[in-house]
């Protein structure tokens, strides 16, 4: 059994805060199994029981896991009282408290971001220990020369002596490459291609694990992960 109060799945489901919540359950709002229950504290099995609000059946989802495709200038926050926030993009219909996004992008940089309000799912994301890649489409300033890649596969060390895990780099074309890397250190592709004398001027996150950027997903907009979706990110 899934036992948990009402009010918490109510309030959770459907973004109320909580003594709302528990208001419109006195009141009689909330059915299970289509009985009217007027008791927050009531534990009801979420998975099997039908709960109703307002005539609408709750489907119950413990957490959601949301895949953004973050475009620039936004930041990789949940809340910021003057700019906006990747959050801040989130539909209504995604919308739940406690959402934040797993890892960070920079600002300028674009591209794959999760957001969600699992904190085990996230920490299993991040964990160097997973050793999960994550992989950028870069524009540089400057073409790669051939020593670059072994520079890059044995570790680059960065300007304060913090030496970077080893990286795979691939040219793609003229002054546009790939890079993964399984650390996340600020600003670290920017800080690594300085040290070999090259400036970033486009940085896009294309994939997380076996994770791509779905084509169809433009910037500023998100959709719900699948369970498929959510295993490709651990399959490097």
Same mark, same amino acid.
């Given at each position: 059994?899934?036992?948990?109060r009402?009010?918490?799945?109510?309030?959770?489901?459907?973004?109320?805060?909580? #003594?709302?919540? $528990?208001a /419109?359950?006195?009141?009689? %709002? &909330?059915?299970? =199994? *289509?009985?009217?229950?007027r +008791?927050?504290?009531l534990?009801?099995?979420?998975?099997?029981?039908?709960?109703?609000?307002?005539?609408?059946?709750?489907s119950?989802?413990?957490?959601?896991?949301?895949?953004?495709?973050?475009?620039?200038?936004?930041?990789?926050?949940s809340?910021?009282?003057?700019?906006?926030?990747?959050?801040?993009?989130?539909?209504?219909?995604?919308?739940?408290?406690?959402?934040?996004?797993?890892g960070?992008?920079?600002?300028?940089?674009?591209?794959?971001?999760l957001?969600t309000?699992?904190?085990?799912?996230?920490?299993?994301?991040? #964990?160097?220990? $997973?050793? /999960?890649?994550?992989?950028? %489409? &870069?524009?540089? =300033? *400057?073409?790669?020369?051939? +020593?670059?890649?072994?520079q890059?596969?044995?570790?680059?060390?960065?300007?304060?002596?913090t030496?970077?895990?080893s990286?795979?780099?691939?040219?793609?074309c003229e002054?546009?490459?790939?890079?993964?890397?399984?650390?996340?250190?600020?600003?670290?592709?920017?800080?690594?291609?300085?040290?070999?004398?090259l400036?970033?001027?486009?940085?896009?996150?294309?994939?997380?694990?076996?994770l791509?950027?779905p084509?169809?997903?433009?910037?500023?907009e998100?959709?719900e992960?699948?369970?498929?979706?959510?295993?490709?990110?651990?399959?490097?």
């Open positions: 059994m899934n036992l948990k009402l009010d918490k799945i109510i309030s959770s489901q459907f973004n109320i805060s909580r #003594s709302i919540t $528990k /419109i359950i006195h009141r009689g %709002k &909330v059915k299970v =199994d *289509g009985q009217v229950v +008791d927050p504290s534990q009801v099995d979420v998975d099997s029981v039908c709960i109703e609000y307002k005539g609408q059946v709750l119950y989802k413990e957490h959601i896991y949301i895949i953004m495709n973050k475009p620039k200038g936004v930041l990789s926050a809340e910021d009282k003057s700019r906006e926030t990747v959050v801040d993009l989130v539909p209504p219909e995604l919308f739940r408290q406690g959402l934040f996004p797993v960070r992008l920079d600002r300028d940089t674009t591209g794959l971001l957001i309000d699992d904190g085990d799912f996230a920490h299993m994301v991040i #964990s160097p220990k $997973k050793n /999960i890649f994550k992989t950028y %489409k &870069v524009l540089l =300033d *400057g073409d790669i020369t051939e +020593d670059m890649f072994e890059f596969e044995k570790g680059i060390v960065l300007a304060d002596g030496k970077c895990r990286a795979k780099l691939k040219r793609v002054n546009t490459a790939e890079i993964k890397i399984s650390e996340g250190k600020y600003h670290q592709i920017k800080r690594m291609f300085g040290v070999v004398g400036g970033v001027n486009e940085l896009e996150r294309v994939a997380l694990g076996g791509k950027l084509i169809n997903l433009g910037a500023g998100c959709r992960l699948t369970e498929a979706e959510k295993n490709q990110i651990f399959d490097n």
